[in-house]
């Protein structure tokens, strides 16, 4: 049944939020797991740079045709970059979770943020046991 | 032209029109009514407020009438076939309702008229909030609320207010289970407070170690579903209620889903503080399109004067020769005013007529063929589809819509498959909580017959599934619309039937 994909170097929430470190920014997005639950989404509400998220609040919202839900921050830090191509296309969450779909990047506030995050086999088995 | 754009093409061509818009009907210069001349004298408007053209339809009276009811054969409702359409309680609507609320007394006065004038009017609606105290077992009953939001919003600014009458303006936080309509948080949010989730255990109840872990001093009260939206009563709501009072909170009854409850067990029993009915649920007043709804709320003596209002009151006794004098009073901390005047009226009247005509006994047993009737269909749809809470349910039960062994089957596919058979789809995808949720409420008013049909076509609809799941992925085939494309529809939203002119042109 598992035709959902993770991404090696990430890091996942329970919630399915990934979160990709590259020198001292990440980039979080949804995973493509959650995009599948999901099905196709319409609709982003992303944040603005500058703004300031926080551990395991709320940053963003999603809707897609079945319902609209709340995107978690798998870690602290200041917004630095938004993928605002997502307002035109929402759709790049479905067809490139890892990639195109990519929602915000962060300046992490504090690298042991994380440290309770799971790992893509870790991530995987959890989505797996929710079928 | 709206019907093309969101139909799917077929072939790369969008099908015709099923019906012209009203402008593509008629001819210029027809009209519809002929105006008598004015017996006063013309009025001069300010010519700012004039314009040279006014883009209407130019239709006789028939076209009209002809262009609207052939679009009303296109529509699928209650009064048309069996409309399982979980946690909305989309049973009969009785037509003695209707002539009731066309009595000229009730449908031919007016708001503003003085209430010596309506007293007829008043008694019923404070009958009506007399028998709302007793079937919840509450003290007292506001029938302001224009709909069940907004009864769950009056309900969540009394807790606060009697916080507040308290002293304990830090009591910001309202608990709401991860299964709960999603009125409950926005209900909270509107209200300034904070949600807090916390999630159902394996068998869809509340998550009581979590509970008493959220359970504080901040905590302002709870809103819960009874039986919850999973449609199972939850086991541990006697735990649940002593928790919150426990830390001080109020506990808030969301009565979507009273036709499992209706004169069984009563919300102020099982220690609730304030609830709402959706009086177009529970009493078969129109809703769905058809009709706005009514979201009555109730409280105990904590909350009683805090209610919304005006509220119906007896402002004097009467005697044997005079009968009691009914006016409209605000209690004394009330949280004011929710809409204008009293509620919305013409629903009122129907739930009255609903109620007058069951009486006690029958609206106990309107719930126990609810719920009889969602067993029924939930056993003898076990073991074909999944079931997540394998338990005896309330008035309704959700499966899942999708298969191991049938890959690329949702349950939007197997909805879509029913309205071939003539069925209205269940609920699709909520509760959240459950993947490919198919919530399903028959309600009390089907027979055995209609329930069996429906358990036919959807054990069809699962052998097809494996046999032939294109039947399905292509769904309606029967309809007067195919498969619409939801996702253009939500992302290139039309709701027009005519392009908007531009206000600046």
């Known amino acids: 049944m598992a035709d959902w994909k993770t991404l090696e170097n990430a890091k996942y929430t329970e919630n399915d939020e990934w979160i990709l470190v590259e020198g001292d920014t990440a980039k979080i997005g949804l995973t493509d797991y959650a995009q599948d639950q999901l099905s196709d989404i319409v609709f982003v509400d992303l944040p603005e740079v500058g703004d300031s998220v926080t551990k395991g609040e709320a940053f963003a919202t999603v809707e897609s045709v079945k319902a609209a839900s709340d995107v978690y921050a798998p870690a602290s830090g200041t917004i630095v970059a938004v993928n605002s191509a997502l307002d035109d296309a929402p759709e790049q969450i479905n067809s490139d979770p890892y990639g195109a779909g990519w929602m915000i990047q962060i300046k992490l506030s504090d690298p042991n943020d994380l440290k309770d995050l799971l790992d893509a086999a870790a991530y995987a088995k959890h989505a797996e046991a929710r079928g | ?505």
């Open chain 2, 1 to 505: 032209m709206t019907i093309d754009l969101i139909l799917q093409k077929k072939n790369g061509e969008a099908p015709p029109p099923l019906e012209p818009l009203i402008y593509d009907l008629g001819a210029p210069g027809r009209i519809g009514v002929n105006l008598p001349d004015p017996d006063v004298p013309e009025a001069e408007l300010p010519a700012d407020l004039l314009r040279a053209t006014l883009d209407l339809p130019e239709v006789s009276e028939m076209d009209v009438v002809r262009h609207f009811v052939r679009l009303s054969h296109l529509n699928y409702s209650i009064d048309t076939g069996f409309y399982p359409l979980g946690s909305c309680t989309m049973k009969y609507n009785p037509k003695l309702n209707e002539d009731m609320a066309r009595l000229p007394g009730f449908a031919e006065i007016h708001p503003l008229q003085d209430p010596a004038s309506v007293q007829g009017a008043l008694a019923m609606m404070y009958t009506l909030q007399s028998w709302l105290a007793e079937i919840s077992g509450m003290q007292a009953v506001s029938l302001q609320p224009a709909a069940g939001a907004q009864g769950e919003f009056a309900g969540i600014l009394m807790i606060r207010a009697y916080h507040l009458a308290n002293g304990e303006a830090h009591r910001t936080k309202i608990i709401v289970p991860d299964s709960a309509h999603g009125t409950n948080p926005a209900t909270t949010a509107m209200a300034g407070l904070e949600v807090v989730e916390i999630p159902s255990d394996a068998n869809g109840d509340v998550d009581l170690d979590k509970l008493r872990e959220v359970c504080g001093e901040d905590v302002a009260g709870m809103m819960i579903t009874v039986p919850n939206t999973l449609g199972v009563f939850e086991a541990h709501i006697k735990e649940i209620v002593d928790i919150i009072h426990g830390c001080g909170g109020l506990m808030y009854m969301d009565g979507a889903n009273m036709n499992a409850m209706m004169g069984v067990a009563k919300p102020a029993d099982l220690g609730f503080d304030v609830m709402h009915y959706n009086l177009h649920k529970t009493f078969s007043t129109p809703h769905g399109g058809g009709g706005p709804g009514s979201g009555p709320v109730a409280v105990n003596e904590k909350l009683a004067d805090f209610l919304p209002g005006p509220i119906v009151t007896i402002i004097d006794e009467g005697s044997d020769e005079e009968p009691p004098l009914y006016g409209l009073t605000m209690p004394d901390k009330s949280i004011g005013r929710l809409k204008a005047f009293y509620g919305n009226f013409g629903m009122l009247v129907r739930a009255f007529a609903y109620i007058a005509v069951y009486g006690g006994a029958g609206l106990h047993a309107v719930t126990k063929h609810a719920v009889l009737n969602a067993n029924y269909i939930r056993a003898r749809l076990k073991g074909v589809y999944p079931m997540p809470f394998d338990r005896i349910c309330g008035h309704e039960f959700v499966c899942e819509g999708h298969w191991p062994d049938a890959e690329g089957i949702h349950a939007l596919d197997i909805s879509k498959r029913l309205m071939d058979y003539d069925f209205h789809p269940p609920t699709n995808y909520f509760p959240l909580i459950v993947p490919e949720a198919l919530l399903i409420e028959p309600t009390e008013t089907e027979s055995k017959e209609a329930c069996d049909a429906f358990v036919e076509a959807m054990l069809a609809i699962a052998q097809e599934a494996r046999e032939n799941p294109d039947l399905l992925h292509d769904a309606p085939h029967k309809t007067p619309v195919g498969r619409v494309d939801d996702v253009r529809a939500a992302k290139q939203l039309v709701l027009c039937c005519r392009p908007v002119l531009d206000p600046e042109a």
